[in-house]
């Protein structure tokens, strides 16, 4: 069968956030991690686009050709992409092959979590909560903290170890569906890619709401599960 017939408008989108996800990696080679870090962000913002479209034209998935095709975009996007940008920003650590093993849990994890999501997704009881940390949160997490000028090698380190084993655990995590929420988000996302010829005052700003907010997000949750289920 053409694989336009499996195809929607939603999975352009997919393959959006695949190609930023390859050029962040590309730009990772070329030594700029500046822009490895936007593209990767950019490629959150597609993954996010990808399923408002999905919802908005009512996809009928018969086939679960846009479910895989997301994961494997995502495996390229939030998994490969993020495990090359840590260990190409920690080359300075001082204990060897450390950041390697890091930056090779992130894509492990990722590819686990992601198996799992396709396996579980259509017996979750509740559609608002993802069963551990959503993958995307790999590239927010490191792009915005690279992108805030308070990056620092060995903390990077240990938030992404807790980044991946959180995307593997079993902590269920709210996914984020107010509106005033998400165009708050969107518009963090879009001014983390303004010119960095800007004062830097001004351009660290984003960089460093969205790495608060998402660190915000990936622990106080975990706190809140665990203080719901003593009580």
């Known amino acids: 069968m053409n694989i336009k017939s499996y195809m929607s408008v939603a999975d352009l989108f997919s393959i959006g956030n695949a190609s930023f996800g390859f050029l962040s990696i590309v730009m990772i080679i070329n030594g700029d991690l500046v822009l490895a870090a936007k593209f990767m962000l950019i490629s959150v913002i597609f993954d996010?686009?990808?399923?408002?479209?999905?919802?908005?034209?009512?996809?009928?998935?018969?086939?679960?050709?846009?479910?895989?095709?997301?994961?494997?975009?995502?495996?390229?996007?939030?998994g490969v992409a993020p495990g090359i940008f840590l260990y190409s920003a920690t080359l300075t650590?001082?204990?060897?092959?450390?950041?390697?093993?890091?930056?090779?849990?992130?894509?492990?994890?990722?590819?686990?979590?992601?198996?799992?999501?396709?396996i579980i997704t259509s017996s979750i009881k509740s559609s608002k909560e993802f069963v551990g940390l959503p993958i995307p949160a790999t590239a927010m997490i490191i792009s915005s903290f690279y992108l805030s000028g308070m990056?620092?090698?060995?903390?990077?380190?240990?938030?992404?170890?807790a980044v991946s084993l959180l995307m593997i655990s079993t902590i269920t995590?709210?996914?984020?569906?107010?509106?005033?929420?998400?165009?708050?988000?969107?518009?963090?996302?879009?001014?983390?890619?303004?010119?960095?010829?800007?004062?830097?005052?001004?351009?660290?700003?984003?960089?460093?709401?969205?790495?608060?907010?998402?660190?915000?997000?990936?622990?106080?949750?975990?706190?809140?599960?665990?203080?719901?289920?003593?009580?």
Not at 50 to 77: H, P, T
Request: hydrophobic letters at 55%; a positive charge; proline letters at 4%.
């Open 151 to 161: 990056f620092h090698v060995d903390l990077s380190l240990v938030i992404m170890t």
């Open 93 to 118: 650590f001082s204990i060897p092959y450390i950041n390697i093993l890091v930056s090779l849990l992130i894509v492990i994890c990722g590819i686990l979590r992601l198996s799992r999501f396709n």
């Open 48 to 78: 996010a686009l990808d399923g408002w479209v999905a919802r908005k034209v009512k996809r009928l998935d018969e086939y679960g050709f846009g479910k895989n095709i997301d994961s494997l975009c995502d495996v390229i996007s939030f």
């Open 173 to 231: 995590y709210p996914k984020i569906s107010d509106i005033k929420i998400m165009v708050i988000g969107g518009v963090l996302l879009l001014a983390t890619l303004i010119p960095q010829s800007i004062l830097a005052s001004i351009y660290y700003i984003p960089g460093k709401t969205l790495f608060v907010a998402s660190i915000l997000y990936l622990l106080i949750i975990p706190f809140i599960r665990l203080y719901s289920k003593k009580i």
